[in-house]
Structure formats: structure tokens, C-alpha cells
């Protein structure tokens, strides 16, 4: 005790502390770096410089800014519709997800080796039963076999909706696209009016064969 210390010396408690073995190693010399350190310091400079550049054509700060995220923003975008198609590519699909029923499709539609007849049937039997998402899957899938059958287009499991669309140009086959694109990738529930329209827009498309 002392007249400075009522309490004790603060400095006699750091040292208990630091003293605790729970504590040794956990404070980092001022030469030690965390990871994130690493990663974020070289990268933060990268950006600077990239800002430095634009800002030597635009020579407003905050004008240089605004570009710079637009930039940054849409190369994000394009590395992520980049990885999408990779993954398409590699198979992954959305109607793996678990269906209504609570069960995950086994196999993907897309990737089935079953004529279009076959996939249609499974198709319309899947709707009787209430598994409108496997049915919805089924008839895009026995779609896109039809127009291969046909010779109208090559099947080719990897295409989008939308470069099936432009291959396609049939107005009957974009509805029918649209609906699928709801089905497959959208995230509220399949339901039987949708089935509905999308056999109907299928009739369309293949019943001219």
C-alpha cells in the first residue's frame, strides 16, 4: 500500500496477469503479422495504386472513387456468372436441392440418359403425385432431348435457359423457359398451375415433330 496506490500498484497486477500462463504467446511482437495482415496490406496497396491511376485521368477524388467501386463491382459480377458456368459445366444443377417432398432428386434430369418420351412421362407421373419441382425439371429436361431428337438443336446440358432461348426462337419455348428458370432456379414453391403452363408451352413446342 501507499499514499499513491491506495489499492496497490496497477503495475504489481499487470505482472500477476502477464504472469498467467493462459496468457503467454498471445501477445504478437511488433514485427508479427496476423494473416489477414498479409492478405490485406498488399491488396490495400493494389487498390490505392489502381485509385492513384484513375485519379490522374479524372483528377476528382471522389469521381475516382465512384469509378473505382464500378469497376471493382463489376468484376465481381463477372467472376461470379464465371463460376456459375464452371460449375454448370462440372454438373451442379438447382433441382438437387430438396424438393417439397423432403427427399433430394437422385439424378439430375439434365444428365439422364432417358429419351424425351420417357422424361415426359416421368414428368406428368411426378405431377400426379405432387412433386411439382421434379416435374417442372422433367419437362424442361424432355424438352431440350425433343429439340435434340429433332435435329432442331444439339443437346447440350451445360447451355443456360437463356442460350437455349436464343438458340431456340420459338416464342412457345420461351415461355416454357421462363417457367423452368421460376421452377428450377427460383425460391419460392413449385406449385400445379405452373406444371400446368409449362405442359402446355411443352405441347406447343414439340407437337409440330
Do not use: C, K
Request: charged share 25%.
Amino acid at each position: 500500500m501507499s499514499s499513491l496506490w491506495p489499492h496497490g500498484d496497477p503495475r504489481d497486477v499487470a505482472r500477476a496477469v502477464l504472469a498467467d500462463p493462459r496468457y503467454r504467446g498471445a501477445a504478437r511482437g511488433p514485427d508479427e503479422r496476423s494473416w489477414w495482415d498479409v492478405l490485406w496490406r498488399p491488396l490495400r496497396a493494389l487498390w490505392r495504386a489502381f485509385l492513384d491511376s484513375l485519379d490522374h485521368v479524372f483528377g476528382n477524388d471522389a469521381l475516382t472513387s465512384l469509378i473505382g467501386y464500378a469497376i471493382l463491382i463489376a468484376v465481381v459480377a463477372f467472376l461470379v456468372v464465371v463460376l456459375a458456368r464452371f460449375a454448370a459445366r462440372l454438373g451442379w444443377a438447382p433441382w438437387r436441392r430438396a424438393r417439397e417432398g423432403g427427399v433430394g432428386y437422385h439424378a439430375d434430369p439434365l444428365h439422364d440418359d432417358a429419351d424425351a418420351a420417357a422424361l415426359r412421362a416421368r414428368a406428368l407421373a411426378a405431377a400426379a403425385e405432387g412433386r411439382y419441382r421434379d416435374a417442372a425439371a422433367l419437362l424442361w429436361a424432355s424438352a431440350l432431348r425433343a429439340l435434340d431428337e429433332r435435329g432442331q438443336v444439339r443437346y447440350d446440358a451445360a447451355r443456360t435457359p437463356g442460350e437455349w432461348r436464343r438458340a431456340v426462337r420459338d416464342p412457345a419455348f420461351d415461355a416454357l423457359a421462363r417457367d423452368a428458370v421460376v421452377a428450377l432456379f427460383g425460391g419460392r414453391a413449385v406449385d400445379a398451375a405452373l406444371v400446368e403452363r409449362m405442359r402446355a408451352a411443352y405441347e406447343r413446342v414439340v407437337a409440330p415433330a
